[in-house]
């Protein structure tokens, strides 16, 4: 395998695990955003899978849209302007060297953010 390949093998093993994650915690997740989504407006679920592998036990907290701008990240910043809350959630992990990896999680069962 060239450099490139593992780089890419690398990835896309980290997403399946983030993936699966996300979909184990999906009502627990979409719960917690709705609420806060009702509380402080667009934002995302900030995941903080750099302190510890992602577990039971994962630290996640809300940002608001303001709040995620300090990150400058381009990925994000659309995702938030652009996610639609009646019918998904937007979920950013924080990785190591901080990297950041954007996800637009459909809502389970259309329960809807608003």
Not at 26 to 54: E, H, T
């Amino acid at each position: 395998m060239t450099p490139e390949s593992n780089i890419l093998a690398a990835v896309h093993m980290e997403t399946e695990k983030d993936l699966s994650w996300i979909h184990h915690h999906d009502s627990l997740l979409s719960s917690k955003a709705c609420g806060w989504f009702k509380l402080v407006g667009r934002g995302a679920i900030l995941v903080d899978a750099a302190a510890k592998p992602l577990g039971d036990n994962s630290l996640f907290t809300y940002l608001n849209q303001e709040e995620f701008e300090r990150f400058a990240d381009e990925e994000v910043n659309l995702a938030l302007e652009t996610y639609i809350p009646s019918e998904e959630f937007v979920l950013v992990m924080l990785k190591l060297q901080d990297l950041l990896h954007t996800y637009r999680i459909q809502i389970p069962n259309q329960e809807g953010l608003i």
